[in-house]
T-cell receptor, first 119, second 110 residues
Framework: GAVVSQHPSWVICKSGTSVKIECRSL??????MFWYRQFPKQSLMLMAT?????????EQGVEKDKFLINHASLTLSTLTVTSAHPEDSSFYIC???????????????FGPGTRLTVL | GESVGLHLPTLSVQEGDNSIINCAYS??????FIWYKQESGKGPQFIID?????DKRQGQRVTVLLNKTVKHLSLQIAATQPGDSAVYFC?????????FGQGTELSVKP
């Protein structure tokens, strides 16, 4: 159980184009999904928190107009990188949460990640 | 605090030995901590978690120790195997958000 998928697993695009990444919780309903970005040899950095049916909450320094997040259902959140540039090349990872773990804290389960390369 | 850095610390161990991976966290108010394993090109995989009212928790071949006095967390892996080679991250829960540590790359020599 608690499987999260992402699509696509990798994408290469030209500078200036937009790319959409999907995150799905396959066997549970996720009221909250999170989007992270990870550069090579670095840790995961939280970009935004997405709650179903409401606007995403972005972390400081993350441009909400550049990274559009939509969480239209309890099993799907999308991240659209608009007007992508080479510096947006990174590993994008989502996680989904609605499972009560130890002591009642929601556990986050991570997707496999999407490798974005902008030429 | 947030993780910043361009170089991952590396731990190299012999197959069969025990591994100890350390992590310092910054927020004394954090009440929930998780260890994740990340293999190359994949998402993080949950290993074990611990709440702040505990100082030790054991799983299968893994043990997490929490020292709140010095804000230190460690992950012990018993009888380390080649399949344990990966990057290991600790994460602290701050108000429902996970703040990840720097990460440690574990390399297991056969």
């Amino acid at each position: 159980g608690a499987v999260v998928s992402q699509h696509p697993s990798w994408v290469i695009c030209k500078s200036g184009t937009s790319v959409k990444i999907e995150c799905r919780s396959l066997d549970f309903q996720a009221t909250t999904m999170f989007w992270y970005r990870q550069f090579p040899k670095q840790s995961l950095m939280l970009m935004a928190t997405s709650n179903e049916g409401s606007k995403a909450t972005y972390e400081q320094g993350v441009e909400k107009d550049k990274f559009l997040i939509n969480h239209a259902s309890l099993t799907l959140s999308t991240l659209t990188v608009t007007s992508a540039h080479p510096e947006d090349s990174s590993f994008y990872i989502c996680s989904a949460s609605n499972i009560k773990g130890l002591g009642g804290t929601d556990t986050q389960y991570f997707g496999p990640g999407t490798r974005l390369t902008v030429l | 605090g947030e993780s910043v850095g361009l170089h991952l610390p590396t731990l190299s161990v012999q197959e069969g030995d025990n591994s100890i991976i350390n992590c310092a966290y910054s927020n004394s108010a954090s009440d929930y901590f998780i260890w994740y394993k990340q293999e190359s090109g994949k998402g993080p995989q949950f290993i074990i978690d611990i709440r702040s009212n505990m100082d030790k928790r054991q799983g299968q071949r893994v043990t997490v120790l929490l020292n709140k006095t010095v804000k230190h967390l460690s992950l012990q892996i018993a009888a380390t195997q080649p399949g344990d080679s990966a990057v290991y991250f600790c994460a602290e829960n701050e108000g429902g958000k996970l703040i990840f540590g720097q990460g440690t790359e574990l390399s297991v020599k056969p």
